[in-house]
T-cell receptor, first 109, second 115 residues
């Protein structure tokens, strides 16, 4: 059974810092890994999708990497802004769809 | 707003009520999903429909009954729920079911409270 872990559970940084969020999974037989952000009480917004054959994806200030053999993904956020404050979720799609518990990010002005 | 809409956005119901949640996607996708998000727990996949056929049912109690009349609409029928069923229910869609290169898009969710 796939298990997905996100570290840290919460992170608070001053505006402008670069930061890394971590996601690990136990079963490397995956199709994709997807990163989302969720604002309080809202749905999920897709940020990046990495296929199992890819190593990384970039969108604006976001860069996600995938190391399937070690069961790890990272989401790098450059030059963080207060508007980046949200919960970030990673999800692994294989024979099932499993989410991590998320990292709650606060970017202070 | 995304191309996935959900109604109602908020619902309060008693344990003896029957209600339905509705999801509609305007993205031309063929797969739709129901998820449950409880406080302090990761999202849980409940049901997957691919081309209107149910392909996943993750041991969900029978008091939750899904219906997918076509690839654009998905319902979750609720009856005799328990207070612990209170949660945010999220709908998602993708081009196809659990498969390679398959980005999921989520609706805003229905906040359900069972009294």
């Amino acid at each position: 059974k796939q298990e997905v872990t996100q570290i840290p559970a919460a992170l608070s940084v001053p505006e402008g810092e670069n930061l890394v969020l971590n996601c690990s999974f136990t079963d490397s037989a995956i199709y994709n890994l997807q990163w989302f952000r969720q604002d309080p009480g809202k749905g999920l917004t897709s940020l990046l999708l990495i296929q199992s054959s890819q190593r990384e994806q970039t969108s604006g200030r976001l860069n996600a990497s995938l190391d399937k053999s070690s069961g790890r993904s990272t989401l790098y956020i450059a030059a963080s802004q207060p508007g980046d404050s949200a919960t970030y979720l990673c999800a692994v799609m294989g024979h099932d769809m499993r989410f991590g518990a998320g990292t709650r990010l606060t970017v202070k002005p | 707003e995304t191309g996935v809409t959900q109604t109602p956005r908020h619902l309060v119901m008693g344990m003896t009520n029957k209600k339905s949640l509705k999801c509609e996607q305007h993205l031309g996708h063929n797969a739709m999903y129901w998820y449950k998000q409880s406080a302090k727990k990761p999202l849980e996949l409940m049901f997957v429909y691919n081309f209107k056929e149910q392909t996943e049912n993750n041991s969900v109690p029978s008091r939750f009954s899904p219906e997918c009349p076509n690839s654009s609409h998905l319902f979750l029928h609720l009856h005799t729920l328990q207070p612990e069923d209170s949660a945010l229910y999220l709908c998602a869609s993708s081009q196809r079911g659990l498969a390679e290169n398959n980005e999921q898009f989520f609706g805003p969710g229905t906040r359900l409270t069972v009294l």
